[in-house]
């Protein structure tokens, strides 16, 4: 395919092409090609990019997906059949497995002192109730510390309840601050002897959608079934607990174990001109959980990397000089199973990765740049940002900070990470639950964080292996402007 007719398609459909545009094709297209131009080209064609069709397209034409669930399998299949159509090359299922879990019937009453039923949902992973469900004394923690410092035995045969609140922050610190009653909460309470847990959802909104979300059972303590109350069944719980009463409980979950079930990452890419060896990854998560139908956690992420790749596959003046790489993880939110298989998969490939890049905190518009990169390195990035990311509304961040879950298993190999870090004050307000559908997402906001990602690509593709550890590679196979 020429890059060169498709570069100006969106002008001259476009209603008026003003002669500044123009002039701006032009410089591009005579030898002297500089960077600046090239990105300004990128970051004027995001306006019209199809991001939020992708994300309109997966979450309808696949909905919710599982991890391992037949579900997953569709969207791998719809995620090859529409990276073919937008013209990438390379397109590959790698495929691995996981062990499967299926929601069941889920139901919490309270039984006395007031009658009534409660907004719950199975954390993932959870055993089920014994049959007919369990009826027990509920007993309320107001944090995770105090429910590790109750004497031992202390919840012999009872349910535990944590009621920790997560605070509403813009780059989800909140959220690391408190996941531990979602993750270790249920393994601490059985190590009391706890029959079960409740937990308050870990999220920010004051709906009545409970969140799911992995938990993590430890080796040494029984498995007992948890699930999470939504933030105001949660409040309704600790009104009845003012007023002195005690709280009887039957919870009746019926999650189940499915054994080993397919999941696998999709590839896709534009080679590289110059070094098709060498790697610029741009990742997101193809599953979600099973509640809603995955809009913001990570349909958005899909829709970024993949809409950031076709915007220079059609609006660059040439292929990148070294390979831009989209990878569709599998299986992430039950314990990013796709990217640890990528990264033992691609262990020989890792020290060409140029650097990684991964979209999986919701459709809000990125305003931080970060890194985790060699100090020496940092300078880069901050350059990088000045020059090409400011007019985006993107400020400078720190370094050791970035990446996304994906890109975890990465990081013994250091390949260089840089985060694109998105306002995140609504993303826990839908993580998870069966809130988070495709209406939630500003297509606008979408379409600056497309920008961004073909900023950073394109860039990090033309000024090549400056990222890595051995700088003296770096001067010898960075290609020069308009090379
Ligand atoms: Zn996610």
């Known amino acids: 395919m020429c890059p060169y007719p498709r570069a100006a398609r969106p002008l001259v459909s476009g209603v008026t092409v003003s002669l500044t545009m123009l002039s701006v094709f032009a410089l591009v297209f005579m030898a002297g090609v500089d960077l600046d131009t090239e990105l300004r080209v990128l970051q004027a064609a995001a306006k019209e990019n199809e991001a939020f069709a992708i994300v ?20 791998r299949a719809w995620a090859v059949k529409k990276l073919t159509a937008l013209g990438f090359k390379n397109i590959r299922v790698e495929s ?47 944090t995770l510390t105090d429910l590790q410092a109750a004497p ?32 270790q909460g249920p393994s601490v309470a059985a190590a009391k002897g706890a029959a079960a847990i409740l937990i308050r959802s870990v999220g920010t909104d004051h709906h009545r959608f409970p969140h799911t979300g992995m938990l993590q059972y430890a080796d040494e303590s029984p498995k007992i079934p948890a699930a999470a109350l939504s933030a105001p069944d949660a409040d309704q719980l600790s009104r009845i607990f003012a007023r002195k009463e005690k709280v009887f409980l039957h919870l009746e979950l019926k999650p189940r174990m499915t054994g080993d079930k397919p999941t696998g ?30 809009a913001v956690d990570d349909g958005a992420g899909v829709a970024i990397v993949t809409a950031a790749a076709k915007l220079i596959l059609d609006h ?19 314990g990013l199973v796709g990217a640890k298989a990528y990264a033992k998969r691609h262990a020989d490939e890792l020290p060409r990765h140029i650097v990684a890049l991964e979209s999986d905190f919701g459709a809000g518009p990125v305003y931080r740049l970060s890194g985790h990169v060699p100090d020496r390195t940092w300078p880069i990035l901050e350059s990088l940002q000045k020059k090409y990311l400011a007019r985006l509304m993107i400020v400078p961040g720190e370094n050791h900070k ?42 606008h906001s979408l379409s600056q964080n497309v920008a961004a990602y073909a900023t950073v690509a394109w860039w990090a593709s033309e000024i090549g292996p400056r990222f890595r550890l051995k700088p003296e590679a ?6 020069t402007a308009g090379e």
């Open 152 to 183: 031992a035995g202390a919840l012999h045969g009872k349910i535990a309840f944590i009621n920790q609140a997560m605070p509403k922050t813009q780059d989800g610190s909140g959220y690391g601050a408190v996941v531990a009653i979602r993750s």
């Open 96 to 142: 691995t497995s996981v062990p499967g879990w299926e929601r069941g019937e889920e139901v919490a009453r309270i039984v006395r002192p007031f009658p009534q039923n409660l907004a719950i949902t199975a954390l993932g992973g959870s055993v089920a109730t014994p049959a007919g469900g369990l009826s027990a004394e509920l007993l309320p923690f107001e």
């Open 402 to 443: 970035a990446g996304g879950p994906d890109l975890y298993p990465l990081r013994p190999a250091k390949v260089p990470i840089i985060g694109l870090e998105q306002d995140g004050r609504d993303y826990f307000d839908l993580h998870h639950t069966a809130d988070d559908t495709v209406d939630k997402i500003n297509p």
């Open 56 to 75: 309109e397209s997966l979450t309808t034409e696949v909905g919710s997906r599982l991890a391992g669930s037949e579900a997953e399998a569709r969207a």
């Open 316 to 334: 660059s003046p040439r292929p990148p000089a070294r390979t831009i790489r989209v990878v569709l993880f599998g299986a992430e939110e039950v």
């Open 265 to 294: 990452n999709v590839i896709a890419e534009i080679p590289g001109r110059i070094h098709p060896e060498e790697i610029i990854l741009l990742g997101a998560h193809l599953d979600s959980w099973d509640l809603g139908t995955g």
């Open 474 to 479: 770096a001067e010898k196979s960075s290609p």
